[in-house]
């Protein structure tokens, strides 16, 4: 099993490039089993949860090409892969290939409304929280779709004439069930309208892709989206945005370690409220004309409260990154996960490392420390892993994090990216 072993007290300087964002590559590949056309997305990022959704697509026929050739292609950091679904031929998502990515689960909203029929497994994923699926379930009935779960399993049939036009109001904002009604709406009769959907720059992006497409959405990017139903979706070519995560996750590693870092190919409206609070926290961070320069020479690390939020709040997927920059402020910092019920599982590894953090609920109470020590930790959940891999940069000595297939899930090329900054980050095989 790979492991990462940092030596910690290096500056970054250097260029990181940012990868295609996963959290939007994955619903957009999802996309193309809506049209028997060639869907065609560039930047695609090579990551584990990308390579398992390719194997989930293959599985109800979508006949893959990456940079043009069949197998996969992993020199390249930006693919560009062709997903063609000429018919639909299983509409079965089993639980050996759902239960290990959440965001498996999604495929259900095209199935349905291409295929009529979809029988899809419960998903897994990060095991942040108990992550139910209701609201996908109640999205979809107001669509008219009938439900029934069984054997671990959701069995959902649309009407006979296909699924129809609602209106749904989202009790709490869900990312997926976004997508997920999105997308099946796409194909239904008549118009449906989603609010308090997540505006996340992802939906967006999904929505741009689905117009390029052919069909006709409003309002993605705001708390009300508008879709009008058409009878078939075609071919297009889509670029997937930049990954605002894997850019806050470098932006706060250079704020730990101090120097001078251009994240290249970001954009800072993708990250709104978080950069507010790197800012607070004494980083220098200037939009350039190739994207984000971060900054922190000489000043210490400021300590900043932080509630995670659904977009443009601050992310949960940046909350644990966060702790680890708070871990050596000059004071107390508060962080308080809202979206999430279990995601504080990175508290005891960045113990180890000297951290002072104490729990309450759902707030985390950070006391910075003069100096972090390595020590073996291990990685929890994805977010969680990339925290320590912060934590470790600025430790003094070793730091070995185990169970590093979760990193893999959502940094494209983590310790090529920080080595070529300057810092000391090397995997190990064992
Ligand atoms: C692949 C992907 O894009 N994953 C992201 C997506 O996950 P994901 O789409 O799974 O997260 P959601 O936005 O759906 O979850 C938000 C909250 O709603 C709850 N909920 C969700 C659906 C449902 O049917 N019932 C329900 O109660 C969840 O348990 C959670 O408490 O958004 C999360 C929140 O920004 C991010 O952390 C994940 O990185
Ligand atoms: C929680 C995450 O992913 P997933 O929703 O796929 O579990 C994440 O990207 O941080």
Not at 347 to 361: F, K, T
Request: aromatic share 4%.
């Amino acid at each position: 099993m790979d492991r990462i072993r940092i030596r910690g007290g290096n500056k970054l300087n250097g260029v990181i490039p940012i990868s295609g964002a996963k959290n939007a590559a994955l619903p957009l590949m999802i996309a193309s089993l809506l049209t028997s056309d060639t869907l065609t997305l560039e930047n695609v990022p090579h990551l584990a949860d990308v390579e398992q959704l390719l194997r989930i697509l293959g599985n109800h026929g979508v006949d893959v090409m990456v940079n043009g050739r069949r197998e996969s292609q992993t020199e390249s950091y930006s693919r560009t892969i062709q997903f063609t679904c000429r018919t639909i031929v299983d509409t079965t998502a089993p639980y050996e290939l759902v239960s290990k990515m959440r965001a498996s689960f999604w495929v259900i909203g095209p199935l349905l409304a291409r295929a009529g029929t979809a029988r899809v497994s419960l998903p897994g994923g990060c095991a942040i929280g108990t992550r139910p699926v209701d609201l996908f379930l109640e999205g979809l009935q107001a669509l008219g779709a009938e439900i029934e779960i069984d054997g671990g399993y959701v069995n959902a049939t649309a009407p006979a004439g296909g699924l129809v036009g609602g209106h749904y109001t989202f009790p709490k904002v869900s990312v997926g069930a976004t997508h997920v009604l999105m997308m099946a709406a796409t194909l239904a009769n008549g118009t449906t309208v989603i609010e308090n959907a997540a505006r996340e720059p992802e939906v967006a992006d999904l929505a741009a892709c689905l117009t390029a497409m052919g069909a006709r959405i409003s309002g993605a990017g705001t708390s009300t989206i508008t879709v009008e139903g058409v009878s078939s979706l075609h071919g297009a070519r889509h670029r997937v945005l930049p990954d605002r995560i894997e850019t806050g996750t470098y932006a706060m590693a250079v704020a730990m370690t101090g120097g001078d870092v251009t994240l290249e190919g970001t954009r800072a409206e993708l990250l709104d409220n978080a950069l507010d609070s790197l800012r607070m926290a004494g980083a220098e961070i200037t939009e350039t004309g190739s994207g984000l320069r971060v900054v922190r020479n000489g000043n210490g690390i400021q300590p900043v409260d932080v509630v995670t939020e659904p977009f443009p709040g601050f992310p949960t997927d940046l909350q644990a990154q966060f702790m680890a920059l708070m871990t050596r402020s000059s004071g107390v910092s508060h962080i308080t996960e809202t979206i999430f019920e279990n995601r504080f599982m990175h508290v005891q590894e960045l113990a180890r490392l000297g951290a002072r953090i104490s729990l309450s609920g759902q707030m985390a109470r950070i006391e910075g420390v003069d100096r972090l020590r390595g020590a073996p930790v291990m990685a929890t959940d994805l977010r969680a892993s990339v925290s320590l891999v912060i934590a470790g940069l600025a430790a003094e000595g070793e730091t070995m994090v185990n169970r590093v297939y979760h990193l893999d899930r959502g940094f494209e090329r983590l310790e090529e990216k920080l080595t070529r900054c300057g810092a000391e980050v090397e995997r190990v095989s064992d």
